[in-house]
Nanobody, 119 residues
Framework: QVQLVESGGGLVQPGGSLTLSCAAS????????MSWYRQGSGKERELVAS????????HYSNSVKGRFTISRDNAKNTAYLQMTRLKPEDTAIYFC????????????WGQGTQVIVSS
């Protein structure tokens, strides 16, 4: 069955770094746009970054641009989110999402991984 499993979350001090992973199975990973979303306490879920399936075009929200880097390894069926210069406002549950490049109704979500930025 389809699975997206996030890992790599945890507690980090402001200014620190974390790298999240999203391991996919059960579908053709290379055909899907991969995205990271986050949802802070009491806030709506927001798009953080996305990477296309073919030419690996990337998109970032203004709040993370220059600090976060999204990447993917199609051979490993895994997407990554490298987060640097973390701020307390980055604290959230981070989710990965897969959307088929041509059939956008085909989408899958992971269960999320918690990131806490605090001293």
């Amino acid at each position: 069955q389809v699975q997206l499993v996030e890992s790599g979350g945890g507690l980090v001090q402001p200014g620190g770094s974390l790298t999240l992973s999203c391991a996919a199975s059960g579908f053709t990973f290379g055909d899907y746009i991969m995205s990271w979303y986050r949802q802070g306490s009491g806030k709506e879920r927001e798009l953080v970054a996305s990477i296309s399936s073919g030419n690996y075009n990337t998109h970032y929200s203004n709040s993370v641009k220059g600090r976060f880097t999204i990447s993917r390894d199609n051979a490993k069926n895994t997407a990554y989110l490298q987060m640097t210069r973390l701020k307390p406002e980055d604290t959230a549950i981070y989710f990965c999402k897969a959307v088929h490049t041509y059939t956008t109704s085909r989408e899958y979500w992971g269960q999320g991984t918690q990131v806490i930025v605090s001293s």
